[in-house]
């Protein structure tokens, strides 16, 4: 019997992954030893107040993404990491970090609630300046994570321990979206999606250097943004260069046909140099590319995957600062 791996078949039938950043106000991620069952927050380390807390939020449908994180470390320390990630408003670069050592498991929730509430809890540590990796390793959701992403992760604290990026640590998560682009990872606190990730073009996304077009393949897109206006960050991206990782963004769907298949959007940045510009595209449904097939390696049936062109595009604004003397 041929084993069905989804990661495999995406790759074989060419699927362009961007467009697939899922778009999130809050990440909470909680530092929580393997294994994971399929349902992460039904493992046997999770507590049951967090597990109701995580049903809470689910019924209430917040934009608010809960997720089990883990090191090589973690079964052996006596502390939880907390890590909350919250968007920032209006033109950003991504998300603001609270970070938070717990003595015991049990009062992540506790803390999240408070948080959720709008009150920022005091057991707040700061430690600076530091970008989290994410790695989706959770193989009994899907066996692609196992497959791709463990080997991934392993390969990839070497990475990160050659090139002395000490402000980098990298974690293995459990299922974030997008496992038929195994190994996938988010990287905070820009909030970026990438896919189908080997460790060449991780070292260019961790130092920001090399040939950009390398993103092409690898980029799933930007969290912050929705998904369609993705698509029109990419082409941006691509044509600013590594720059583009500096300026301040913002981004908005500004009308949609009802078909679908032709969407207005808008786009503005402020570059390093404080210029603001606002970019209107129109996005066409690319028939060509536009994909029927299996999402997950346990998918029974097909899912259609539309993908959006970028047909047409013009600069509404453009404004240079003025510097007095």
């Given at each position: ?12 039938v ?24 399929y ?20 019924r ?17 320390v ?7 990630y919250?968007?920032q408003?209006?033109?950003s ?19 999240v ?18 970008r ?9 959701h ?36 997008g496992?038929?682009?195994?190994p ?7 909030g ?32 912050i ?8 960050e ?5 044509y ?20 679908n ?27 060509t ?7 997950s ?7 259609v ?13 453009n ?7």
């Amino acid at each position: 019997m041929n084993t069905f791996f989804c990661s495999d078949h995406a790759r074989e039938v060419g699927e362009d992954i961007i467009g697939s950043a899922t778009n999130y106000k809050t990440y909470i991620l909680v530092e929580c030893p393997q294994p994971w069952t399929y349902e992460a927050f039904q493992s046997k380390w999770v507590p049951n107040n967090l597990q109701v807390l995580v049903e809470e939020v689910r019924r209430a449908r917040l934009p608010v993404r809960f997720l089990l994180i883990a090191n090589n470390y973690s079964h052996k320390v006596d502390y939880t990491t907390l890590l909350i990630y919250q968007k920032q408003e209006g033109m950003s670069r991504g998300y603001k970090k609270y970070e938070f050592k717990l003595s015991h498991i049990e009062q992540v929730a506790g803390v999240v609630k408070e948080y959720l509430w709008g009150k920022i809890p005091d057991h707040e540590i700061d430690t600076g300046m530091t970008r989290d990796i994410l790695v989706c390793t959770h193989g009994s959701h899907d066996q692609c994570c196992a497959r791709y992403g463990s080997p991934f992760y392993f390969h990839a604290r070497g990475t990160i321990t050659d090139l002395q990026l000490d402000h980098v640590r990298i974690w293995k998560s459990s299922h974030f979206g997008g496992h038929r682009f195994a190994p996938t990872a988010i990287d905070l606190p820009d909030g970026r999606y990438y896919g189908v990730l080997n460790q060449e073009s991780l070292r260019s996304i961790l130092t920001r250097t090399g040939d950009i077009e390398c993103l092409r393949k690898v980029y799933r897109g930007w969290g912050i943004l929705p998904t369609p206006v993705q698509i029109l960050e990419r082409e941006l991206m691509l044509y600013h260069g590594w720059d583009w990782f500096n300026y301040q963004v913002a981004g908005k769907i500004i009308q949609q046909s009802l078909d679908n298949n032709t969407i207005l959007a808008e786009l503005s940045f402020e570059d390093s140099r404080g210029s603001l510009f606002i970019y209107e595209a129109k996005l066409v449904k690319d028939k060509t590319r536009t994909l029927e097939i299996k999402g997950s390696c346990n998918a029974k049936e097909n899912s259609v995957f539309v993908k959006y062109g970028v047909d047409s595009m013009r600069i509404l604004c453009n404004k240079v600062p003025t510097f007095s003397n």
